[in-house]
Protein backbone atom coordinates (compact mmCIF):
# COMPACT_ATOMS: atom_id res chain seq x y z
CA UNK A 1 0.00 0.00 0.00
CA UNK A 2 1.24 3.94 -0.63
CA UNK A 3 2.40 5.30 2.41
CA UNK A 4 4.17 8.39 3.13
CA UNK A 5 6.91 9.04 5.81
CA UNK A 6 7.55 11.84 7.85
CA UNK A 7 10.52 11.51 9.55
CA UNK A 8 10.40 14.32 12.01
CA UNK A 9 6.98 14.40 15.00
CA UNK A 10 8.46 17.51 16.70
CA UNK A 11 10.53 20.29 15.40
CA UNK A 12 11.97 23.04 17.77
CA UNK A 13 13.76 26.27 16.39
CA UNK A 14 14.53 29.50 17.22
CA UNK A 15 13.44 32.38 14.63
CA UNK A 16 15.46 32.76 11.64
CA UNK A 17 16.87 29.64 11.91
CA UNK A 18 16.21 27.03 8.65
CA UNK A 19 14.00 24.71 8.19
CA UNK A 20 13.72 21.46 6.51
CA UNK A 21 11.15 18.94 6.80
CA UNK A 22 11.45 15.77 5.29
CA UNK A 23 9.02 13.53 3.67
CA UNK A 24 9.28 10.43 1.93
CA UNK A 25 6.33 8.39 0.24
CA UNK A 26 6.35 4.95 -1.33
CA UNK A 27 5.46 4.34 -4.89
CA UNK A 28 7.34 4.06 -7.99
CA UNK A 29 4.42 5.45 -10.31
CA UNK A 30 3.29 9.16 -11.19
CA UNK A 31 2.45 11.08 -8.19
CA UNK A 32 1.28 13.72 -7.02
CA UNK A 33 2.93 15.67 -3.71
CA UNK A 34 1.21 18.38 -1.42
CA UNK A 35 2.31 19.95 1.74
CA UNK A 36 -0.52 21.19 4.00
CA UNK A 37 -0.56 23.16 7.32
CA UNK A 38 -2.58 23.10 10.04
CA UNK A 39 -2.17 26.74 12.13
CA UNK A 40 -3.14 26.36 15.57
CA UNK A 41 -6.87 26.85 15.96
CA UNK A 42 -6.98 26.82 12.17
CA UNK A 43 -8.36 24.63 9.13
CA UNK A 44 -5.84 22.37 7.00
CA UNK A 45 -4.83 24.44 4.36
CA UNK A 46 -2.40 23.97 1.11
CA UNK A 47 1.15 25.04 1.56
CA UNK A 48 2.07 23.63 -1.97
CA UNK A 49 1.85 20.83 -3.98
CA UNK A 50 4.25 19.34 -6.88
CA UNK A 51 2.44 17.93 -10.38
CA UNK A 52 5.10 17.77 -12.64
CA UNK A 53 7.61 20.08 -14.48
CA UNK A 54 10.49 21.71 -12.27
CA UNK A 55 10.79 19.91 -9.43
CA UNK A 56 11.88 22.99 -7.00
CA UNK A 57 8.15 24.63 -6.20
CA UNK A 58 7.39 27.35 -4.03
CA UNK A 59 4.38 28.01 -2.14
CA UNK A 60 3.29 30.55 -0.04
CA UNK A 61 4.65 32.39 3.39
CA UNK A 62 8.11 31.64 1.68
CA UNK A 63 7.84 28.13 1.98
CA UNK A 64 9.26 26.04 -0.88
CA UNK A 65 9.96 22.00 -1.94
CA UNK A 66 11.78 19.93 -3.97
CA UNK A 67 10.56 16.78 -5.58
CA UNK A 68 13.60 14.65 -5.72
CA UNK A 69 12.30 11.32 -7.97
CA UNK A 70 15.52 9.15 -7.29
CA UNK A 71 14.88 9.77 -3.92
CA UNK A 72 11.16 9.38 -3.32
CA UNK A 73 11.43 12.48 -1.30
CA UNK A 74 9.37 15.70 -1.22
CA UNK A 75 11.31 17.67 1.76
CA UNK A 76 9.94 21.19 2.57
CA UNK A 77 12.52 23.91 3.20
CA UNK A 78 12.54 27.63 4.30
CA UNK A 79 15.43 29.44 4.67
CA UNK A 80 14.22 31.20 8.34
CA UNK A 81 11.44 30.70 9.83
CA UNK A 82 9.23 33.21 11.87
CA UNK A 83 7.41 32.42 15.19
CA UNK A 84 3.43 32.60 13.20
CA UNK A 85 5.27 29.48 11.14
CA UNK A 86 4.41 27.71 14.22
CA UNK A 87 2.32 25.08 13.12
CA UNK A 88 1.75 21.10 11.94
CA UNK A 89 3.13 20.43 8.68
CA UNK A 90 1.13 17.23 6.81
CA UNK A 91 2.83 15.66 3.74
CA UNK A 92 0.53 14.11 1.05
CA UNK A 93 0.72 12.05 -1.65
CA UNK A 94 -1.75 11.16 -4.82
CA UNK A 95 -1.00 8.16 -6.87
CA UNK A 96 -3.99 7.96 -8.82
CA UNK A 97 -6.32 5.54 -6.56
CA UNK A 98 -8.48 8.28 -5.68
CA UNK A 99 -7.03 9.01 -2.33
CA UNK A 100 -5.32 11.42 -1.00
CA UNK A 101 -2.55 9.55 1.53
CA UNK A 102 -1.08 11.92 4.50
CA UNK A 103 2.17 11.81 6.66
CA UNK A 104 1.88 11.66 10.46
CA UNK A 105 1.91 15.11 10.89
CA UNK A 106 5.59 17.30 12.07
CA UNK A 107 4.82 19.50 14.69
CA UNK A 108 7.01 22.84 14.71
CA UNK A 109 7.24 25.04 17.42
CA UNK A 110 9.15 28.31 16.26
CA UNK A 111 10.50 30.19 19.23
CA UNK A 112 10.85 34.11 19.19
CA UNK B 1 -17.52 32.81 0.64
CA UNK B 2 -17.48 29.11 -0.66
CA UNK B 3 -15.80 26.31 1.65
CA UNK B 4 -17.22 23.37 3.34
CA UNK B 5 -19.31 23.58 7.20
CA UNK B 6 -18.82 21.03 9.66
CA UNK B 7 -20.92 20.84 12.68
CA UNK B 8 -20.89 20.36 15.34
CA UNK B 9 -17.18 21.71 16.58
CA UNK B 10 -17.87 20.05 19.47
CA UNK B 11 -19.80 16.56 20.39
CA UNK B 12 -20.03 14.69 23.57
CA UNK B 13 -21.67 11.17 23.84
CA UNK B 14 -21.44 8.09 25.71
CA UNK B 15 -20.44 5.11 24.83
CA UNK B 16 -22.88 2.71 22.61
CA UNK B 17 -24.36 5.64 20.97
CA UNK B 18 -24.15 6.37 17.28
CA UNK B 19 -23.65 10.13 15.92
CA UNK B 20 -23.71 11.58 13.29
CA UNK B 21 -21.31 14.75 12.13
CA UNK B 22 -22.54 16.84 9.43
CA UNK B 23 -20.56 18.60 6.59
CA UNK B 24 -21.61 20.64 3.71
CA UNK B 25 -19.65 22.23 0.78
CA UNK B 26 -20.77 25.26 -1.36
CA UNK B 27 -17.74 25.39 -3.70
CA UNK B 28 -19.84 22.84 -6.36
CA UNK B 29 -17.04 19.84 -5.92
CA UNK B 30 -17.63 16.72 -6.56
CA UNK B 31 -15.36 14.64 -4.47
CA UNK B 32 -15.79 14.64 -0.80
CA UNK B 33 -13.51 13.03 2.02
CA UNK B 34 -14.05 12.40 5.63
CA UNK B 35 -10.20 12.05 7.80
CA UNK B 36 -9.74 11.27 11.24
CA UNK B 37 -6.82 12.81 13.09
CA UNK B 38 -5.03 11.50 16.27
CA UNK B 39 -2.24 12.78 17.43
CA UNK B 40 0.86 11.18 15.89
CA UNK B 41 -1.10 9.64 13.88
CA UNK B 42 -1.70 12.39 10.78
CA UNK B 43 -4.87 12.11 9.17
CA UNK B 44 -6.44 8.76 7.71
CA UNK B 45 -9.38 8.14 5.45
CA UNK B 46 -12.68 6.79 6.66
CA UNK B 47 -14.57 6.88 3.25
CA UNK B 48 -14.27 9.37 0.16
CA UNK B 49 -17.14 9.79 -2.45
CA UNK B 50 -16.53 11.00 -5.97
CA UNK B 51 -20.18 11.59 -6.80
CA UNK B 52 -23.62 11.86 -5.47
CA UNK B 53 -24.77 8.57 -4.61
CA UNK B 54 -21.60 6.45 -4.95
CA UNK B 55 -18.90 6.41 -2.10
CA UNK B 56 -15.96 3.98 -0.93
CA UNK B 57 -14.30 2.69 1.80
CA UNK B 58 -11.37 4.54 3.11
CA UNK B 59 -7.91 2.91 5.27
CA UNK B 60 -10.18 2.78 8.46
CA UNK B 61 -14.34 1.90 7.64
CA UNK B 62 -14.96 -0.21 10.46
CA UNK B 63 -16.96 1.37 12.84
CA UNK B 64 -18.29 4.47 10.52
CA UNK B 65 -20.93 4.95 8.05
CA UNK B 66 -21.84 7.38 5.09
CA UNK B 67 -24.34 8.91 2.89
CA UNK B 68 -24.35 10.88 -0.38
CA UNK B 69 -27.56 11.67 -1.32
CA UNK B 70 -26.95 15.30 -2.47
CA UNK B 71 -23.68 16.85 -4.28
CA UNK B 72 -23.30 19.49 -1.50
CA UNK B 73 -24.08 17.30 1.43
CA UNK B 74 -21.45 14.12 3.07
CA UNK B 75 -22.42 13.31 6.40
CA UNK B 76 -20.84 10.93 8.52
CA UNK B 77 -22.07 8.54 11.34
CA UNK B 78 -19.33 7.01 14.11
CA UNK B 79 -21.35 3.88 15.21
CA UNK B 80 -21.46 2.23 18.12
CA UNK B 81 -19.37 -0.36 16.35
CA UNK B 82 -16.53 1.81 16.58
CA UNK B 83 -14.27 0.70 19.29
CA UNK B 84 -11.95 3.83 19.77
CA UNK B 85 -14.29 6.87 18.61
CA UNK B 86 -12.78 9.75 20.38
CA UNK B 87 -10.72 12.12 17.63
CA UNK B 88 -10.55 14.84 15.66
CA UNK B 89 -13.22 14.35 12.13
CA UNK B 90 -11.60 16.28 9.19
CA UNK B 91 -14.36 16.39 5.94
CA UNK B 92 -12.59 17.95 2.71
CA UNK B 93 -13.76 18.47 -0.74
CA UNK B 94 -12.02 18.69 -4.08
CA UNK B 95 -13.10 19.64 -7.80
CA UNK B 96 -11.54 21.99 -10.13
CA UNK B 97 -10.45 19.83 -13.23
CA UNK B 98 -6.98 17.74 -13.42
CA UNK B 99 -5.29 20.50 -11.86
CA UNK B 100 -7.36 21.09 -8.67
CA UNK B 101 -8.87 17.37 -8.55
CA UNK B 102 -6.14 16.47 -5.97
CA UNK B 103 -6.01 19.29 -3.58
CA UNK B 104 -8.13 19.38 -0.84
CA UNK B 105 -10.48 21.72 0.38
CA UNK B 106 -11.08 21.25 4.61
CA UNK B 107 -13.37 22.23 7.28
CA UNK B 108 -13.19 23.30 10.74
CA UNK B 109 -13.35 19.80 11.74
CA UNK B 110 -15.74 18.22 14.84
CA UNK B 111 -14.22 16.93 17.78
CA UNK B 112 -15.80 14.41 19.52
CA UNK B 113 -15.47 12.76 22.37
CA UNK B 114 -17.26 9.67 23.72
CA UNK B 115 -17.73 8.89 27.76
Known amino acids: AQSVSQHNHHVILSEAASLELGCNYSYGGTVNLFWYVQYPGQHLQLLLKYFSGDPLVKGIKGFEAEFIKSKFSFNLRKPSVQWSDTAEYFC??????????FGTGTRLLVSP | DGGITQSPKYLFRKEGQNVTLSCEQN?????MYWYRQDPGQGLRLIYY???????QKGDIAEGYSVSREKKESFPLTVTSAQKNPTAFYLC??????????????FGAGSRLTVL
Open chain 2, 27 to 31: LNHDA
Open chain 2, 49 to 55: SQIVNDF
Open chain 1, 92 to 101: AAYTGFQKLV
Open chain 2, 92 to 105: ASSGGGAAGANVLT
